[in-house]
């Protein structure tokens, strides 16, 4: 049988994205999917991620060491990808993203045999002919302590917005990772402009920073400052998906609160192009659903 096996790297968000386009690439091609929950995070020093999709509704086991490439891994990989790089984009047995835009490539690749997929395919346009699959797939284990189930209660009671403020760097540093107190001055001022009576949700990770951002903006808000740590960070993203309209960051995290959540008369606001250091770290080709606002 045809398998693929799928490296998850990154936060949750960008896990979530590693596993929709591996399952859509599995499903039309009839193939295993197997997830790779180990080697992508083996050596993230920096960030210190782990996989976190085991809350999720997802129907994939997971790689033995053998199919994780281990032992020596790290040399067996380096191999694989330095062979397939010479080969065809069709005939290569590990396919490595390069770069962010939207590869189409991936969309008719016939599966034959072992494939190794690696990368972070960041758009709708890599799953959306399997979408309501992917939806019933990442179908969020809900948290069931009283803090979110009370949140969740006040969020359907209302013409929720999910707002989220994602820092990449520290608060007051003058760069360009963070997104600007502009664009959500903007974002809640279109908001208020189409939507009766919204009150905002605001998620963060650094929830202080982001009171002390939005503090002099607007006044029907709520912090949702009680799910700390990467651990409970799918408590987060389903109370997101309670809301009816979003406000997102640059950031892959309220990309999925926005795609899973709402309804079809849902208002999702998300920033425009933002580079880093020259590259394109937000807005690049396939990132952002037609749909969506984009200020």
């Not at 083996?42 to 960030?47: K, M, N």
Request: one cysteine or more.
């Amino acid at each position: 049988m045809n398998k693929i096996i799928i490296r998850i790297v990154g936060g949750l968000g960008n896990q979530l994205f590693c596993y929709a386009a591996a399952r859509r690439l599995a499903l039309v091609n009839n193939a295993e999917l197997v997830i790779d929950d180990v080697t992508g995070f083996a050596r993230d020093d920096l960030y210190c991620r782990r996989y976190l999709l085991d809350r999720f509704n997802i129907p994939v086991r997971k790689a033995t060491p053998y199919e994780r490439l281990e032992p020596f891994e790290r040399c067996r990989r380096g191999a694989m990808k330095w062979l397939s790089r010479r080969k065809p984009f069709a005939e290569r047995r590990y396919i490595e993203q390069m770069g962010p835009e939207f590869d189409e490539r991936l969309l008719t690749l016939k599966v034959n045999g072992t494939l190794y997929l690696d990368g972070l395919w960041q758009s709708e346009d890599y799953f959306n002919d399997v979408e309501q699959t992917i939806r019933d797939d990442l179908r969020i284990i809900q948290p069931m302590d009283a803090l979110n189930q009370l949140m969740a209660e006040e969020i359907h009671n209302c013409q929720a917005v999910a707002l989220h403020v994602r820092w990449f760097d520290a608060p007051g540093v003058t760069v360009t990772h963070n997104v600007s107190s502009d664009y959500y001055q903007r974002a809640i001022a279109l908001m208020e402009e189409k939507i009766k009576s919204p009150r905002y949700f605001i998620f963060s990770d650094d929830p202080e920073a982001a009171c002390l951002k939005l503090a002099p903006t607007f006044g029907r808000r709520t912090f949702v400052s009680h799910n700390l740590g990467d651990e409970n960070a799918y408590a987060d993203l389903w109370l997101m998906t309670q809301c009816r309209h979003f406000i997102t960051a640059n950031s892959t995290f309220s990309w999925w609160g926005a795609w899973l959540g709402g309804g079809h008369n849902k208002m999702v606001i998300t920033p425009q192009h933002i580079s880093y250091e020259g590259i394109n770290g937000w807005g690049f080709t396939g990132l952002v659903p037609k749909e969506w606002m984009i200020i």
